[in-house]
């Protein structure tokens, strides 16, 4: 390896590329898989690598992953179609859930997302998810207020003279 070549990745990408170059000092296959403890089979291939494309072929090559199921395109209209709201597609109150927006480009794009997934997709975008605060229907709004600033109080009150401290 000459100064102008990066530094191997880890020790696999190394001992790759030090076997091309005992190979290309001409060195037998053979001797090259006895010197770096590896099997005939692993050198030939890599012989076979680097001729094909040469020593930048034995260099490490992170895994492709799957396909993004959604275009760049599609991704870029995500943030449009959520800033109209969820009640523009539907959904009762203005939360957009992971489980909404799932939903929302199924409807939109045709592709199904898991909801997990989507909160990924949402980071991806600069959205944040949220979570909807569920109250009851039959909740009383004035009941609960007379509540907290009538009884609320006086149980305290009684509360703290009986026990002679104070719970705050």
């Known amino acids: 390896m000459s100064k102008k070549e990066p530094l191997p990745k880890d020790w696999r990408e190394g001992r790759r590329l030090r076997a091309w170059q005992l190979y290309q000092q001409g060195w037998k ?23 094909q494309d040469g020593p930048d072929g034995l260099r490490h090559q992170p895994p492709p992953g799957p396909q993004p199921k959604l275009t ?44 997990a997934h989507c909160s990924r997709l949402l980071r991806a975008a600069k959205q944040s998810v949220q979570k909807p605060i569920e109250l009851a229907t039959q909740r009383n709004e004035e009941a609960i207020k007379a509540w907290k600033e009538e009884r609320w109080p006086a149980l305290k009150k009684k509360q703290s003279k009986k026990s002679g401290r104070s719970f705050l």
């Open 29 to 51: 296959q053979k001797d090259i898989a006895e010197a770096l403890g590896v099997t005939e089979g692993a050198v030939s291939q890599w012989m076979s690598r680097a001729k």
């Open 72 to 115: 760049e395109e599609q991704r870029a209209q995500l943030p449009d179609l959520l800033a109209k709201g969820s009640e523009h597609y539907g959904f009762r109150g203005e939360a957009w859930t992971t489980a909404r927006v799932a939903v929302l480009i199924k409807q939109q794009f045709g592709v199904r997302y898991h909801p």
